[in-house]
């Protein structure tokens, strides 16, 4: 059993990369928050000093810059947060496909319709 005694430090060289990534991630993902937050700031700071001159803004020029500065997907839940329910055994043997669960498409139910079909034409 020489495997055997490898198994610890393979456990733990994944964990360690395991972690090492998902900061990385979690480092990226800030960054790219903070540009996002500094350019709509920026935009909507503009906007305030513009107005505040006094100078002559069109109705349409302000829509825009509000059409930029807005978050995307502001108002919808997206794809990632939507809340689905996973069980262990779909983390370990994967998702069911529909035709698995017992579900079939129009194309397999119009087949299989077909044959049955031709089964009773026969008899």
């Known amino acids: 059993m020489s495997g055997t005694q490898y198994i610890p430090h393979i456990l733990y060289s994944t964990a360690l990369t395991s972690i090492s990534m998902h900061l990385l991630w979690q480092r990226k993902t800030a960054e790219e928050d903070r540009a996002r937050f500094k ?9 305030v000093e513009r107005l505040r001159s006094g100078k ?16 995307h997907g502001e108002g919808r839940e997206s794809q990632d947060k939507a809340t689905t ?6 983390v370990a043997w994967g998702r069911k496909s529909p035709a698995d669960l017992g579900v079939s498409d129009e194309w397999e139910r119009r087949d299989l319709e077909q044959i049955r079909k031709a089964i009773e034409t026969e008899q």
């Not at 350019?39 to 906007?47: F, G, K, N, P």
């Not at 002559?56 to 978050?71: F, G, H, P, Q």
């Not at 329910?85 to 779909?90: E, I, Q, T």
């Open 85 to 90: 329910n996973v069980g262990w055994m779909d």
């Open 56 to 71: 002559s803004i069109s109705d349409e020029e302000i829509m825009k810059l509000r059409n930029l500065a807005r978050i």
């Open 39 to 47: 350019a709509q700031t920026s935009i909507l700071q503009d906007l």
